[in-house]
């Protein structure tokens, strides 16, 4: 019903940029909503960033500053831009999906669609 695919992972020093992006594909006229998550190898799964139907954006406290969030609804991809990116950063990340609402939220619970993942490394 939804398909996720993310793309844009890769390896990078400290100090270094990455943009991520996810591709959405949609079965019905539902509107979803989107949140970027990250998971580091024997830890659990952090909410980076949440979109609303309102267009806002929460950033986890983490990456506020360092992340930038964008969308383009046309073409249901969302993005994220990573600079400054240190070791910390390094994690699998990965879109998802909820049913939309004013509502924002970083709970991994509140969403129903996850992508596979892409890898981000950051080396020292």
């Known amino acids: 019903q939804v398909q996720l695919v993310e793309s844009g992972g890769g390896s990078v020093q400290a100090g270094g940029s990455l943009t991520l992006s996810c591709t959405a594909s949609?079965?019905?006229?539902?509107?979803?909503?989107m949140g970027w998550f990250r998971q580091a190898s024997g830890k659990g799964r952090e909410g980076v960033v949440s979109f609303n139907s309102e267009k806002n954006i929460k950033y986890a406290e983490s990456v506020r500053g360092r992340f930038t969030a964008s969308r383009d609804a046309a073409k249901n991809i969302v993005y994220l831009q990573m600079s400054n990116l240190q070791p910390q950063d390094t994690a699998m990340y990965y879109c998802a999906a909820r049913r939309c609402s004013l509502w924002l939220t970083l709970g991994q619970s509140d969403y129903s669609y996850w992508g596979q993942g892409t890898q981000v490394t950051v080396s020292s």
């Open positions: 949609f079965a019905t006229d539902t509107p979803y909503c």
